[in-house]
């Protein structure tokens, strides 16, 4: 028996992988209706997003009895300003799906104590059982939420200070301009993430090629946060052709 974690699928495009991996969602939330998912905003989950409300349309999947916890929001920003996650979460999947209110988590970015909030949230990922699947994108400077890479991680959830590309790969939230875009957000600590039960990794496009090669096959290293995932026993890292360019699968 080869035992292989993260273990890698390639789809010819990011559509493909989309729909295999809301199939999966969508089993794993028959089997256990009260599943606790951890969710990723971004370009890369849009896909996926829309296979989950296509298939809760097609087959009546029930969503009433899960938890989410999503892994970041940006400092300074209520949940109903236009440029936050949660905005972007409710427009892409909590309007289409019946999760009841009180089990969609977030961090709060306008909290006064942002320390305290990072506590509240991780206590209530461990009041809710803990996280049984995590889905993440890939920032193209390897960061997964908002660890960006440096010379240290903070292991738990934390304040952190946004990387002028990450706030450039966020600039289409706010009107195109990468100076709106806040210099701070909130988010899971890598701990956090590897607690998960199982961690489901999506990324497209040739610009994600080097840092999923580094994830995989590179040294654990804080320059590449994503390369922490290889310590977590069950990854699967979910590719379009172009994301697997550089791949070297040994
Ligand atoms: C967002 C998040 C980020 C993104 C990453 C990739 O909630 O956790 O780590 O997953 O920046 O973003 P896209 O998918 O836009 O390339």
């Keep these: 028996m080869t ?23 969508a089993a794993a939330l028959r089997e256990r209706p009260a599943l606790v998912l951890g969710l990723p905003t971004g370009r890369t989950p849009v896909a996926l997003y829309a296979e989950l409300v296509k298939l809760t349309a097609a087959t009546g999947l029930d969503w009433s009895s899960v938890t989410t916890f999503n892994l970041d929001e940006f400092v300074g920003l209520e949940g109903t300003h236009p440029g936050s ?11 289409h799906v019946d999760i009841p209110d009180g089990r969609i988590n977030f961090l709060q970015g306008t909290a006064v104590d942002t320390e305290q909030e990072c506590q509240r949230y991780e206590h209530a990922i461990m009041a809710a059982g803990g996280i049984d699947i995590q889905i993440a ?3 193209t400077n390897g960061h997964i939420g908002f660890n960006e890479p440096g010379p240290a991680l903070q292991s738990r959830t934390h304040r952190a200070i946004l990387r002028e590309e990450t706030r450039r790969g966020n600039a289409a939230l706010f009107g195109g301009d ?23 990794l999506l990324a ?12 995989v096959n590179g040294p654990l290293t ?3 946060p994503a390369s922490f995932l290889q310590l977590h026993h069950d990854v699967d ?6 994301a697997a360019t550089e791949l070297k699968i040994g």
Excluded: N
């Design 3 to 25: 035992f292989r974690s993260p273990h890698v699928t390639v789809f010819p495009d990011a559509r493909t992988a989309a729909s295999v991996v809301a199939a999966r969602l």
């Design 137 to 139: 994108g890939i920032g």
């Design 85 to 95: 996650y949660r905005q972007f979460m409710d427009a892409h999947l909590f309007r």
């Design 222 to 224: 804080t320059d590449l």
């Design 237 to 242: 890292i979910v590719l379009d052709a172009a």
């Design 204 to 215: 497209h496009g040739s610009s994600k090629a080097g840092c999923i090669e580094r994830a």
């Design 178 to 200: 990468p100076a709106q875009v806040p210099a701070e957000a909130l988010s899971m600590g890598m701990a956090t993430i590897l607690q998960a039960r199982a961690v489901i």
